[in-house]
């Protein structure tokens, strides 16, 4: 257990449709990143939230969106959903150290999103 | 960004040493060296970072020659919940979480 939790789990929706994926943080983590994972390739970085402002963004279109939360839990938001948007979803949290020291990213087990 | 390659498969019998090697030629003086492990379905795991010689952990070692420029990871004696696939990720200093993975390594150990 990494103490990130996401939810749902899995997720059915229609070509078109808005969805937003939660994700809570690991306590005391003040760094928030998303990924999208498709079947048999590794994690693509979506954006990092740092302190509720985004603090980097992947090559992904506008539609991908977020926010961080003042308790550090965030959310990712897909609109006009397309089929290529099906993919397992991670959310990963951090505590950013002010060193050259990289930390530990805690990854929660991923929604799982289906569009038809 | 420092780009990495590692071999895209490896097969190993249980109770064998595994070690998985990972080509980072551009990485730069202050990145650091990181290995994940991602079980099907689930979220990638830390195992272990380091920056030069030698790094060992309850899970596993990393080897880092001087120049740096690759890694090994060293998995002793595998079983078969070792079966996974290992990332090798250089992340650049202060931007850890925006390095995307590759397709990393898939280990399968055979019984």
């Known amino acids: 257990e990494t103490g990130v939790t996401q939810s749902p789990t899995h997720l059915i929706k229609t070509r078109g449709q808005q969805v937003t994926l939660r994700c809570s943080s690991q306590s005391g983590h003040n760094t928030v990143s998303w990924y999208q994972q498709a079947l048999g390739q590794g994690p693509q970085f979506i954006f990092q939230y740092y302190r509720e402002e985004e603090n980097g963004r992947g090559n992904f279109p506008p539609r991908f969106s977020g926010l961080q939360f003042p308790n550090y839990s965030s959310e990712l938001n897909v609109n006009a959903l397309e089929l290529d948007d099906s993919a397992l979803y991670l959310c990963?949290?951090?505590?950013?150290?002010?060193?050259?020291?990289?930390?530990?990213?805690?990854f929660g087990q991923g929604t799982r999103l289906t569009v038809v | 960004l420092a780009k990495t390659t590692q071999p895209i498969s490896m097969d190993s019998y249980e109770g064998q040493e595994v070690n998985i090697t990972c080509s980072h030629n551009?990485?730069?003086?202050?990145?650091?060296i990181t290995w994940y492990q991602q079980f099907p379905s689930q979220g990638p795991r830390f195992i272990i970072q380091?920056?030069?010689t030698k790094v060992t952990n309850e899970v596993a070692s990393l080897f880092i020659p001087a120049d740096r420029k690759s890694s090994t990871l060293s998995l002793p004696r595998v079983s078969l919940s070792d079966t996974a696939v290992y990332y090798c990720l250089v992340p650049p200093s202060g931007g850890y979480q925006k390095v995307t993975f590759g397709t990393g390594t898939k280990l399968q150990v055979i019984p």
């Open positions: 551009n990485i730069a003086t202050n990145d650091y």
């Open positions: 990963a949290s951090s505590l950013v150290a002010v060193s050259h020291m990289n930390t530990e990213a805690f």
């Open positions: 380091g920056y030069k």
